[in-house]
């Protein structure tokens, strides 16, 4: 590897506490962010804490959920980009770059996704000099595109929507063979670094977020639940951490698509939470530790999310659910769409759980409004124009009134088919072994992935201390 052509970035411990980053790095790190978003000392912004060190969150007011357990969410939109993906790309792509498996000098990379993820390979890859070529599928929504071409990556489209995955492998095994030699699959939903960022940095993030908040009034210092949607599986490792943290205290809750019931039913079909229900289980999704699956309308989640962002809905939360409209107007620019599903998958968990005011939740918005106008316009176009009485009726009819329905507790049974879907898509389409997949039962499987954080902590540290400083500046 030509080892002067790399740039690196943060380690997993300055992801998760910013204030280890050298203080002049730090510094200017932060101003990058406000001056040249496409600097790649932005790297070193990739953290859940602002520059005085507040974790990013809201705690969610009871006009808007409608139940008395607080929950709460991080969100993504601060981060580059806007979407907490990138902290996985980021570390996709510095594990392999500091062990040696890919070189800005040799290799392009190719990134399989849906939305998010992508358009953090985009930024990250070619903020560290590699030639970067994104697969997304055609249906997604125009602000991606727009996004990943401005970050200087290639586009391929795929036939079909969110759940259309299967489309996406071809693509990268057809690029794959033509160029074998410089081609090189960044696999979120394979790769374990993805799995790492979020165990590590956002589960232990929602640590000490808990304790901050208890501090607070907020909760007793424990999670009660945590929710997510399942896309790669990457978000909803950080409820590994948690289990460990307070075991037997603590569940994990994923969300699907009611139109593409995976887990659920061994369902399929086209939906549009996008970044979401991606029609498999992913390989680095820990099943035997989901305490129950829940399913969410796709509809219902954009209904929801134009209620929170546009001036009717604002209004509505204000006058006649008093919500502060600071608040009202604070939470329309931090929602995207699966962010609206994962709160309703939370109010589900707390009705379902029964859980109350010494409970907490947390959830997280991995994006916000700005690559879903398009959505929103195409919902004003088929259903008019949102007023203040349409408004209020979404809010209780979508996030008061969110029925009880479509959930599978995770019983040993459960778990156990949960695990065996792995097979179709991992052993027989992606080149797995049986015995790599039944070695996913043992927790130490898990326990050994997750220790690898120190690792690859070390060598980049070490690589730092042989002369391979941070760079600054466009490249």
């Known amino acids: 590897m030509t080892a002067s052509r790399l740039i690196t970035g943060p ?15 730090r510094r200017r790190a932060l101003a990058a962010a406000r001056q040249d978003p496409l600097d790649p000392l932005n790297l070193f912004n990739i953290s859940w804490k602002d520059e005085t060190g507040r974790i990013r969150h809201e705690v969610l007011p009871r006009g808007l959920t409608g139940v008395d357990c607080p929950i709460v ?27 040696g498996e890919v070189d800005p000098a040799r290799h392009t990379l190719v990134w399989p996704s849906t939305g998010n993820y992508g358009i953090g390979g985009a930024w990250v890859g070619c903020r560290m000099r590699f030639d ?25 489209l795929t036939p079909g929507c969110e759940s259309n995955v299967k489309e996406i492998y071809d693509k990268c095994h057809e690029l794959r063979r033509a160029h074998p030699e410089r081609i090189r699959v960044m696999n979120q939903f394979e790769e374990f670094a993805n799995y790492r960022f979020h165990y590590f940095v956002t589960g232990n993030t929602i640590v000490e977020l808990a304790r901050r908040l208890a501090a607070e009034g907020v909760g007793r210092g424990v999670v009660s639940a945590f929710v997510s949607a399942m896309g790669s599986a990457g978000t909803i490792a950080a409820g590994d951490r948690l289990k460990q943290e307070w075991p037997g205290r603590h569940r994990i ?77 604070r939470l329309s620019g931090l929602f995207g769409i699966s962010g609206v599903c994962n709160v309703l998958g939370a109010i589900k ?4 759980y029964g859980l109350g005011r010494d409970d907490l939740v947390v959830t997280v918005l991995t994006d916000a409004i700005d690559r879903y106008r398009s959505v929103l316009a195409s919902l004003s176009e088929c259903f008019g124009p949102m007023g203040r009485a349409a408004a209020e009726k979404r809010i209780e009819g979508i996030f008061h009134r969110q029925r009880l329905d479509w959930i599978l507790e995770g019983t040993r049974l459960n778990r156990e088919r949960w695990h065996n879907l792995k097979y179709f898509t991992w052993v027989e389409q992606q080149g797995k072994t049986v015995e790599e997949l039944n070695a996913q039962r043992r927790p130490e499987y898990w326990e050994e992935r997750q220790a690898e ?16 400083q941070p760079e600054g500046g466009r490249r």
């Open 73 to 99: 969410v991080l969100y993504g939109r601060d981060f580059p980009t806007g979407s907490h993906k990138v902290g996985a790309t980021y570390s996709v792509l510095i594990e392999k770059a500091i062990t």
């Open 349 to 352: 968990t707390a009705r379902f």
């Open 253 to 329: 809750v994923g969300l699907e698509p009611i139109q593409c019931p995976t887990l659920f039913a061994n369902g399929y079909g086209g939906h549009d939470i996008q970044g979401i229900g991606d029609k498999h289980v992913t390989w680095i999704h820990h099943v035997a530790n989901l305490d129950a699956l829940m399913c969410i309308d796709d509809l219902e989640c954009k209904l929801g999310l134009q209620a929170l962002v546009e001036e009717p809905g604002q209004e509505a939360l204000a006058r006649g659910f008093g919500v502060p409209e600071d608040q009202a107007r």
């Open 132 to 156: 970067s070529v994104v697969i997304l599928p055609e249906e997604m929504s125009r602000e991606r595109f727009e996004l990943i071409r401005g970050y200087g990556a290639r586009l391929e």
């Open 11 to 25: 380690t997993y411990a300055e992801m998760l506490d910013p204030e280890r980053i050298a203080p002049d790095l």
């Open 453 to 468: 954080v120190a690792r690859i902590d070390r060598l980049i540290e070490a690589y730092r201390a042989a002369g391979g």
